[in-house]
């Protein structure tokens, strides 16, 4: 399976970005207002292409413990500087891999000039599971489906 298959499963593909000198505060607000657990770190603000790295709840929470005030330290102080990404053709088991070696949770999805979408290991759970659903249903009704299709 590749990875636009996991894409073509989300809700949204949301792509949300904040610039380097911004606060933690701001990172935090951005976060909780668009509903998501990871933003794209910039420097630029007009060009999302000056992508320099990833924050996500996480790591402000693993790094909380560093500094008195957190919420108004800069977000390239905490942020990941691994400028890791992945393709809608990569293997899903090969970014399985990947996720379980590094323990990072979200990846950029880069195609062409642009980041289209952010993956995380949950976004992998689900469509495994959807998919494992399908086979089940399948299964189920191809063997007569004695109990309907609610075979688990």
Known sequence: MKIKRV???KKENKVCTININDTIRTATKKMTDED????I????????LSYVGIITTIMIIAESWKYDNILEEPVGKIMSHHLLVIKPEDDVEQVMGFFTKT????IPIWEGEKIIGVFSAVDLVRTLLKEKEIQLTSLSDMSGGTYGN???
Do not use: Q
């Open 7 to 9: 894409l073509a499963d």
């Open 36 to 39: 998501v657990h990871a933003l």
């Open 41 to 48: 770190v910039i420097e630029d603000n007009n060009d999302p």
């Open 103 to 106: 323990k990072i949770r979200y």
């Open 150 to 152: 609610k075979v688990y």
